[in-house]
């Protein structure tokens, strides 16, 4: 991820699109599980909310705690690096874990009509 704000963009992002499609579910399919869904609305949430919290984190030294200024560069990157790969990593697999509930809402002919409209 570029940067902080980028990651808050794209978090925001996917956790709104992830949403409406939900949503426009919950509302239009007819035969589907809505506390499921509402359940898997609200896993995206949180999951949104806390990957946006888990990137306000800092970076806790200061270029005095390092032998120069390069050095604190680097650890800073490296530390961000890895803040933002743990945090996107976590992200991901809680989106997909209320897509994977949200899934399992949607009655089986639904899912059927859809692979067929995919299809041609």
Do not use: H, Q, W
């Not at 963009?9 to 956790?15: I, Q, S, T």
């Not at 949430?45 to 946006?52: D, P, V």
Request: glycine letters at 2%; proline letters at 1%; aromatic letters at 12%.
């Amino acid at each position: 991820m570029a940067n902080k704000r980028e990651f808050k963009k794209y978090v925001d992002a996917l956790g709104a699109a992830a949403c409406d499609e939900m949503m426009y579910s919950f509302y239009t399919v007819e035969g589907a599980d809505k506390d499921a869904i509402s359940k898997a609305i609200e896993k995206v949430l949180i999951a949104t909310n806390k990957a946006r919290m888990n990137a306000n984190i800092f970076f806790d030294k200061g270029v005095k705690a390092f032998a120069d200024k390069k050095e604190y560069s680097k650890a800073k990157d490296a530390f961000f690096k890895a803040l933002f790969d743990k945090v996107s990593t976590e992200f991901t697999d809680e989106i997909n874990a209320a897509l994977k509930d949200f899934n399992a809402a949607i009655p089986a002919e639904e899912k059927k009509r859809n692979k067929e409209a995919v299809a041609e």
